[in-house]
Nanobody, 120 residues
Framework: QVQLVESGGGLVQPGGSLSLSCAAS????????WDWYRQAPGKERELVAT???????TYGDSVKGRSNITRDAAKNTGYLHMKNLEAEDTAVYHC??????????????WGQGTQVTVSS
């Protein structure tokens, strides 16, 4: 059984920064990609950033230029750093990973979500 456990988040002042991490554990052969999504109340889920096993990176338009997604393959952990936070960044942030667990295809897994609130 694979689990993704997120940490970080909480209350951040406008203009501040946040660091989120997502640790995968269990029967993992390889993590093909990491994604971070967020969902604010009353809004649809939004892709924040993606990083592949080859380190190809994509950012959502709303966070470009102030976000950094990284991964540590040895630790099976993904990271998201954001700066210059705004109230509009308030949301529940979820990590997602496509993981090779020894089956024909990779399996998508989700973290439990962590609340980020940007407020003074």
């Amino acid at each position: 059984q694979v689990q993704l456990v997120e940490s970080g988040g909480g209350l951040v002042q406008p203009g501040g920064s946040l660091s989120l991490s997502c640790a995968a554990s269990g029967r993992i052969l390889n993590i093909h990609s990491w994604d971070w999504y967020r969902q604010a109340p009353g809004k649809e889920r939004e892709l924040v950033a993606t990083i592949t096993g080859g380190d190809a990176i994509t950012y959502g338009d709303s966070v470009k230029g102030r976000s950094n997604i990284t991964r540590d393959a040895a630790k099976n952990t993904g990271y998201l750093h954001m700066k210059n936070l705004e109230a509009e960044d308030t949301a529940v942030y979820h990590c997602h990973a496509n993981i090779d667990v020894g089956l024909v295809a990779t399996i998508p897994y989700w973290g439990q979500g962590t609340q980020v609130t940007v407020s003074s």
